[in-house]
T-cell receptor, first 115, second 116 residues
């Protein structure tokens, strides 16, 4: 079955530690995204990538880093510089050609808690 | 200004009745797309329905329909014959072209509770 796999589902981190959230897709989508969701709020864009070896900052990139070495993979690192990292993180992908609706396909999310 | 506004933080509906979730959007681009997503308590985001800005007819997908009023910039989601499994958060989103990138904007969501 095609889809997006995020891991881990739950993650606990001590202050000062970096953590990496995994995102893998087998949908052959070019574009991949990372969003952050806080309670009672919508999704905010952290980083996005449209092709391999290229990625761009979103609206709240400070304290985060990404890589896109393979089309299928778009890992997100939450660094110690992120002041309030406790949140729900969603990875998504989409087709980029104009002949489709271009909806986002989401993973099941990773819930990060800083102790 | 907010790109997507959902003014109903929470809604209740009786099972088997219809419910309308409100969404207004703000854009000056003539080409955009509007989406509704459902987020159950498990956290995954499930795509429900899409409306393109040039589409003349309202989109429908099973029990979901999108009431698209372009002049009023509204894109309300109508769920007919509500079921208990419809209880979830619902997010309205807009896709807008930004240079060579499609940017998505999300509303703050509406929590729907379906009562038996």
């Amino acid at each position: 079955d095609g889809g997006i796999t995020q891991s881990p589902k739950y993650l606990f981190r001590k202050e000062g530690q970096n953590v990496t959230l995994s995102c893998e897709q087998n949908l052959n989508h070019d574009a991949m995204y990372w969003y952050r969701q806080d309670p009672g709020q919508g999704l905010r864009l952290i980083y996005y990538s449209q092709i391999v070896n290229d990625f761009q900052k979103g609206d709240i990139a400070e304290g985060y880093s990404v890589s896109r070495e393979k089309k299928e993979s778009f890992p997100l690192t939450v660094t110690s510089a992120q002041k309030n990292p406790t949140a729900f993180y969603l990875c998504a992908s989409s087709l980029t050609d104009s002949g489709n609706t271009g909806e986002l396909f989401f993973g099941e999310g990773s819930r990060l808690t800083v102790l | 200004a907010q790109k997507i506004t959902q003014t109903q933080p929470g809604m209740f509906v009786q099972e088997k009745e219809a419910v309308t979730l409100d969404c207004t959007y703000d854009t000056s681009d003539p080409s955009y797309g509007l989406f509704w997503y459902k987020q159950p308590s498990s956290g995954e985001m499930i795509f429900l329905i899409y409306q393109g800005s040039y589409d003349q007819q309202n989109a429908t997908e099973g029990r979901y329909s999108l009431n698209f009023q372009k002049a009023r910039k509204s894109a309300n989601l109508v769920i007919s014959a509500s079921q208990l499994g419809d209880s979830a958060m619902y997010f309205c989103a807009m896709r807008e072209p930004l240079y060579n990138f499609n940017k998505f904007y999300f509303g703050s969501g509406t929590k729907l509770n379906v009562k038996p």
